[in-house]
């Protein structure tokens, strides 16, 4: 799935730390949830395994990018003021 796939690429360019180019126009999926993964918004993601034997490399990749969301923090670290446009730091506790 294309949309999976360019999440995909957000989560690891946020897990790296790489602030400066975030892929979030290359679907809809990632365009539109933006504001929830590059604000200060809590993300929660859930993995659905498969047990069987069938299913080996799915649950492989799905754990795979479990992984990879674990390392990424989400938001920029900053809250804007709806009002006046003021950007403040948030402490990270």
Excluded: M, W
């Amino acid at each position: 799935n294309k949309s999976l796939s360019a999440l995909g690429n957000v989560v690891g360019a946020l897990a790296r730390g790489d602030r400066l180019h975030v892929p979030y126009r290359d679907s809809r999926l990632t365009f539109l949830l933006q504001p929830s993964l590059s604000g200060d918004a809590k993300c929660l993601a859930i993995l659905n395994v498969a047990p069987e034997q069938l299913h080996q490399r799915e649950a492989l990749s799905t754990l795979r990018f479990g992984q990879q969301v674990t390392k990424c923090t989400p938001g920029g670290g900053e809250k804007k003021c709806p009002k006046c446009g003021h950007r403040e730091k948030i402490d990270k506790a």
